[in-house]
């Protein structure tokens, strides 16, 4: 007789554990999102269009199990996850009031 499960069906990829887990492109998006850029730098900077780096980030966001919540803010969340799964942190451009507070330190 057929041994039935009693767990849950999930449809749901399971979250990806390294950063190899994803594409190149995606981790290199996800590498300027953890750098604090927008979608409309990340495309400037890949030299793609916006549409195509909402699509990566959507994917990003899938593959990491991060839902759209009014709780939590994916993008730190991906930042975060990032940080983790790379052990470095990615490098922050300074312009503005930030260097500003930067250069008097």
Known sequence: MPRISHRPLTLVPPRPRRL???TRREQEVLELIAAGRTN??????LVIGT???EKHVANIFMKL???DTRRDHRR???ALWYVRASGRFPAIPLHGARADLDAAS
């Open 20 to 22: 190899g887990d994803l």
């Open 40 to 45: 409309s730098a990340i495309a400037e900077e």
């Open 65 to 67: 199990q991060l839902p």
């Open 76 to 78: 730190v969340l991906a």
């Open 51 to 53: 549409a195509a780096v």
